[in-house]
């Protein structure tokens, strides 16, 4: 008795699991992989703010050891026996499905499951998504960095490092303080001197007796402590110091606009196209970063250009001819109409597997050098396909000659070289 | 165990006494913990349950998930298979599809347990008994326990061994230490000594040990594999015939660490601490109907005992009764939650009647339990607690009323049938044949193949061969090859498995290539 020893253990570190838990990722990176990539083709490009639920097969998890096998000969006792006795048989269910063990298996919260569930946080998924385009690490970071913020001033304080410290502020504080402290001394000072002068300048009484030497001595021993006194007031101390004061306030909130323009001709795949979409999301992660309020446009072409929402964008299928200039045709004059260059930074992003008919290419060239490379903050191209470049390419190539910063082309087979076309708009947002 | 002993719970006991409840409300407080602690122990003491010091730990609910997922240690090395754990433990536990247990209980010395701190006053009292005076006395007196595991050490052992891990995936890569212990695991039911008794641990003498180890180790490896072959030697056939372990081996990881060519020290150190592990868990895995039956009888005595003594209130003791029934609910064979037969119910049951049978025996129990019936409970009850295993205790204390109460009843699936057969029911002509087959199921070298090293050839390929002795013809189960390849990297050549029946080769697994054909 009295040997019990109670202790609170719940302000201790409760995330124990947390090495475990990435041990368990990391080593079904593959499987939690294409989760995600199920993922992205069901998610709205937009719909980012949220972790996923992944499921594994759970024979590829198994831990797997000795045990017995189905077959041979095995007696179970099982309780509850209604109107059973002995000697009775009891046909056996078809397909040889044997009455197992009584745990055998049994998942802790007692569901036989073939999947092994569970969910993984937006920071994971994220993770994994750029695994996929593999991003590199800076700019992870700075995807996945919640929010970026101004240092604004906002007043002073009392404590602070050297770098920060308020000159003229500290001084004049040092200065007040010195007139506190020593202005009443001083006055007494001027008081003391102007009775010493007096005293000095009378006349010398004969009498000795009556000599003013005493007080003359008093007086000046007084102000001889006083001046000391208020020669120890120091020039400038601790509490006179001010620093400038610094708050984290998040950046100024901005609008974009992002355009998609994606062809649908016959020729795009679902493959082109779930392609395209990582290629738009990225985009997208990278705008939602830097910009509070993000507009996005879906502009699909074949032989004429539509604005249409995401799920048409994506899933719906067109044949046709391309004529890429339709489209380009379509974000101008929305930009005109919805998104003064004034107000908005203007972001576009195309995707294609590089067909168009040939006489437009030199139209989308002109388009792109005239009309809208003005208006827009960067603008990036990638042509889905592992063949040849078609005309379109040659085309752009010459607009990126002349607009080296706010134009970018790539030709990409698979999602992971989709990077590229946005490298130099991460360099230069990292600056 | 003397007559001066208030013997509580007796019949015809006088009820709710007039001392006042030590609360009334359901929040608990530290101050209300220890003074239902103290009250609990003067009970236990009561009843003379002899007990390793308690440390009861109040811990959040996200705090128990980590314990469960690290299977109740309170340290633990990492891997991902407890990451697993983790997840499928949160995510049941998010959906409301699984309660967490009330409590853990380490079997250390001071007997660590834990308390959530969302339960109620009520569930911490329950708790408190259930774990710190069952468990904890069970620890400390069945035979098991007492002999395999040294509750002192085991704290210091499991730092010792999680420094060691790191140490090693810091030095070897996270990837080579991972490969090693997933090969251990899976070989861990297979890496106990079941009969002889293993030296305690100690966390400070493994450290201190480890370098002399280290060197010793590799040099007997070195000296088995140093025999050069002579062949005039394997003309002898009496020779030949020699194997190499000369008697099976029963300690698979126990031999792989000992004997295989190519590991290298750290990999026999890794392989070392699992089988620890395991034989520090093994006890446990024997005894879980004991166990639990022993802490769940203890609880609901002692929380009655309080209740008699008026230091608890009715709307305590019906939150009590209402968790306790739920502990002890057995689903019958056709419901759909029936998943075999609950530890807690059986075990309790068991306890609950040896209780009846010494008090107010019948005419059956005389003829059953003839030196039982009518002694002392409390000391029979120890008795039964302190000398036996699932397996022999249910072969000795399961009386014909349990078995009529639960309504057992034994089916036999044979393969070679096609139906099943009721072969024995909670009758006269039933009970000791029901009551052997429960027994053996419990057995677990009943539950679990019966594998052993067999032979290592020595002086050819340096294979590794296994023999399994089926029992009752039940083959190994589909894992068997994957399990092979885990020996296989551990053995560093080639694993043979062979099924045996009577002489007979009846099945042969291989990894990764079968024998060469012997002419």
Redesign the interface.
């Known amino acids: 008795?009295?040997?019990?020893?109670?202790?609170?253990?719940?302000l201790?570190g409760?995330?124990?699991?947390a090495?475990?838990?990435?041990?368990?990722?990391?080593?079904y990176r593959h499987h939690i992989k294409k989760a995600v990539s199920d993922a992205v083709h069901r998610r709205s490009i937009t719909d980012i703010e949220r972790g996923e639920n992944i499921s594994i097969p759970t024979r590829d998890?198994?831990?797997?050891?000795?045990?017995?096998?189905?077959?041979?000969?095995?007696?179970?006792?099982?309780?509850?026996?209604?109107d059973?006795?002995?000697?009775?048989?009891?046909?056996?269910p078809e397909g040889g499905e044997?009455?197992g063990?009584?745990?055998g298996q049994?998942?802790?919260?007692?569901?036989g499951m073939d999947e092994?569930?569970?969910?993984i946080t937006q920071e994971e998924f994220l993770n994994f998504l750029f695994d996929d385009l593999e991003l590199p690490n800076l700019v992870r970071k700075k995807l996945k960095d919640t929010e970026t913020f101004n240092y604004v001033r906002s007043g002073f304080s009392t404590q602070g490092v050297p770098a920060k410290l308020d000159v003229i502020r500290s001084l004049r504080g040092a200065h007040a303080r010195r007139l506190g402290l020593g202005g009443a001394r001083k006055k007494k000072i001027r008081e003391l001197e102007a009775q010493l002068a007096d005293l000095l300048t009378a006349p010398a009484d004969l009498d000795a007796a009556f000599s003013h030497e005493d007080q003359i001595k008093v007086l000046e021993d007084e102000i001889a402590r006083l001046k000391a006194n208020v020669k120890r007031i120091p020039f400038i101390d601790e509490i006179d110091l001010r620093y400038r004061q610094h708050l984290k306030q998040p950046k100024p909130a901005t609008s974009a606009v992002m355009f998609c323009l994606m062809d649908v001709s016959g020729s795009m795949t679902q493959m082109h196209k779930d392609t395209a979409k990582r290629f738009f999301l990225l985009l997208y992660l990278f705008l939602k970063k830097n910009y509070k309020r993000i507009d996005v446009v879906f502009i699909r072409h074949h032989t004429s250009a539509k604005e249409v929402d995401e799920e048409e964008f994506f899933y719906s299928r067109e044949t046709g001819g391309t004529i890429v200039s339709s489209a380009l045709k379509l974000m101008h004059k929305i930009i005109d109409s919805r998104y003064s260059p004034a107000e908005w930074n203007i972001y576009a992003a195309q995707a294609s597997d590089g067909d168009n008919w040939n006489d437009d290419s030199p139209v989308c060239g002109k388009l792109l050098t005239e009309s809208i490379l003005p208006l827009v903050q960067y603008f990036a191209y990638v042509e889905i396909t592992p063949q040849d470049h078609q005309m379109l390419w040659y085309e752009y190539e010459q607009v990126q000659e002349r607009f080296p910063e706010s134009f970018a082309q790539q030709q990409i087979a698979d999602p992971s070289e989709i990077y590229p076309v946005f490298r130099r708009l991460f360099e230069r947002k990292a600056a | 165990m003397s007559d001066a002993i208030d013997r509580p719970n007796a019949l015809g006991s006088e009820g709710p006494a007039a001392r006042e409840p030590v609360s009334t409300g359901s929040e608990w407080t530290f101050e209300l913990i220890r003074q239902y602690d103290e009250e609990i122990a003067k009970c236990a003491a009561e009843f003379g349950l002899d007990t390793y010091p308690n440390q009861v730990e109040v811990i959040s609910a996200e705090q128990m998930m980590d314990a469960y997922s690290s299977v109740g240690m309170p340290v633990g090395y990492n891997h991902w298979s407890f990451g697993k754990q983790f997840l499928s433990t949160s995510k049941g536990y998010q959906r409301g599809q699984m309660g967490l247990a009330y409590e853990i209980v380490i079997n250390s010395d001071p007997c660590i347990a834990y308390l959530m701190e969302e339960n109620t006053l009520p569930m911490q009292a329950l708790v408190i008994a259930h774990a710190c005076y069952g468990h904890n006395s069970f620890f400390k007196g069945n035979y098991l326990f007492r002999t395999w595991t040294d509750a002192s050490a085991i704290v210091d052992y499991l730092v010792f061994a999680r420094n060691y891990v790191s140490e090693c995936e810091e030095r070897h890569g996270v990837d080579a230490v991972e490969q090693i212990l997933d090969s251990c695991h899976a070989l861990m039911n297979h890496g106990v000594d079941r009969y002889k008794r293993p030296a305690p641990i100690s966390a400070e003498k493994e450290a201190l040990r480890q370098e002399e180890r280290e060197e010793y180790l590799q040099r007997r490896v070195n000296d088995l594999w140093r025999t050069i072959p002579k062949m005039d030697e394997d003309e002898d056939p009496v020779k030949r015939k020699k194997r190499y372990p000369e008697e099976p081996q029963e300690n698979l990881l126990y031999f792989i660490e000992k004997n295989a060519p190519l590991l290298e020290t750290w990999q026999r150190e890794l392989i070392r601490i699992v089988r620890k592990l395991a034989q520090y868990f093994y006890p446990q895995r024997q005894t879980q109907v004991m166990n639990e039956g022993w802490a769940t009888f203890w609880h609901y005595t002692l929380l009655n005992r309080m209740y008699e003594k008026g230091l608890v209130t009715d709307g305590f003791m019906l939150e009590f009764l209402q968790s306790h029934t739920a502990v002890v609910y057995q689903p019958p064979f056709n419901s759909p939650w029936y998943s075999g037969i609950n530890p807690y119910t059986l075990g309790f049951s068991i306890f609950i009647d040896l209780r009846r049978i010494c008090e107010t025996p019948t005419d059956e129990d005389r003829e059953w339990f003839p030196d039982i019936a009518g002694t002392d409970w409390v000391e029979s009850l120890h008795f039964a607690m302190a000398n036996f295993k699932d397996e022999s205790f249910i072969q000795q204390f399961l009386s014909p009323k349990v078995m009529r109460d639960l309504k057992l009843f034994a089916i036999e699936d044979d393969d070679l049938e096609d139906s099943y057969k009721v072969t024995a029911i909670h009758d006269e002509p039933g009970y000791r044949e029901l009551r052997e087959k429960l027994a053996r199921q419990y057995n677990l070298s009943y539950r679990e193949p019966n594998i052993q090293v067999w032979n290592v050839d020595v002086r050819g390929d340096r294979s590794l061969t296994l023999r399994h002795v089926p029992v009752d013809r039940v083959p190994l189960g589909e894992d068997t090859e994957e399990v092979l390849r885990h020996a296989h990297r551990l053995w560093g050549f080639d694993v043979h498995l062979e099924s045996v029946e009577e002489g007979t080769l009846i099945d042969d697994y291989h990894c990764p290539h079968p024998p060469p054909l012997k002419s």
């Open positions: 008795m009295g040997m019990t020893h109670i202790v609170d253990r719940r201790n409760k995330n124990k699991s090495v475990n838990r990435e041990r368990f990722l990391r080593r998890i198994d831990e797997p050891v000795f045990h017995h096998g189905q077959g041979g000969h095995r007696e179970m006792v099982h309780p509850g026996n209604q059973f006795v002995a000697g009775d048989r009891l046909p056996k044997g009455q063990q009584g745990q049994a998942s802790p919260d007692g569901e092994f569930a569970f969910q």
